[in-house]
């Protein structure tokens, strides 16, 4: 069973910029489209981003513009690459495949935005 490993995550200022990873401990490629999830405080978790095995890839209305993921299926490695950070882009960060696999939720990375 694939064990998924996010990182990344940490305090910064509204505006800036964090790069999240999430690492697969096997290979990535029957996850035919991954996605990066997030969960605020009080409320439930939602997509962010996905990415088709390639390079197709879909946003949230809230992030569209600023976010943008990839994968690398030769590393098992999935990306978020997250720009102009505002505070409500609060939350824990985590990867799954879309839909997701409810067995295999990692610890998430958490990601502050604050002045």
């Known amino acids: 069973q694939v064990q998924l490993v996010e990182s990344g995550g940490g305090l910064v200022q509204p505006g800036g910029s964090l790069r999240l990873s999430c690492a697969a401990s096997?290979?990535?490629?029957?996850?035919?489209?991954m996605g990066w999830y997030r969960q605020a405080p009080g409320k439930q978790r939602e997509l962010v981003a996905a990415?088709?095995?390639?390079?197709?890839?879909n946003y949230g209305d809230s992030v569209k513009g600023r976010f943008t993921i990839s994968r690398d299926n030769a590393k098992n490695t999935l990306y978020l690459q997250m720009n102009s950070l505002k505070v409500e882009d609060t939350a824990v960060y985590y990867c799954?495949?879309?839909?997701?696999?409810?067995?295999?939720w990692g610890q998430g990375t958490q990601v502050t935005v604050s002045s």
């Open positions: 096997g290979s990535m490629d029957r996850m035919y489209v």
């Open positions: 990415i088709v095995s390639g390079t197709t890839t």
């Open positions: 799954n495949a879309y839909p997701p696999m409810p067995n295999i």
